[in-house]
């Protein structure tokens, strides 16, 4: 079983900063994809950014420039940096990591952590 310990979020001025981590644990894929999903209330959960084992990143437009997302492979770690908060950025931030292995596909989420960007 693979479990996801989120931290970081929190209450924050507009242009203010936070720092999220997510450390993985139990039986990951060597090759696996790390990243944060963010969802608001009533709407959809969108990728905020990922990151691979071997360090291809993406972003959603919406935050390139402003987040940064880094990993610790050795410890299944991943930093998510985020920079000149808006109030739009507010919304619960999910932890996911997933792989495939073989003919099977393991897609696994962290409990949230609520981020509020105050204006």
């Known amino acids: 079983q693979v479990q996801l310990a989120e931290s970081g979020g929190g209450l924050v001025q507009a242009g203010g900063s936070l720092r999220l981590s997510c450390s993985a644990s139990?039986?990951?894929?060597?090759?696996?994809?790390m990243g944060w999903y963010r969802q608001a209330p009533g709407l959809h959960r969108d990728l905020v950014a990922d990151i691979t084992t071997g360090g291809s990143i993406n972003y959603a437009d919406s935050v390139k420039g402003r987040f940064t997302i880094s990993r610790d492979n050795a410890k299944n770690t991943v930093y998510l940096q985020m920079n000149s908060l808006k109030p739009e950025d507010t919304a619960v931030y999910f932890c996911?990591?997933?792989?495939?292995?073989?003919?099977?596909?393991?897609?696994?989420w962290g409990q949230g952590t609520q981020v509020t960007v105050s204006s």
């Open positions: 139990g039986s990951i894929g060597s090759a696996n994809t």
């Open positions: 996911n990591v997933h792989w495939e292995s073989g003919l099977r596909y393991y897609n696994y």
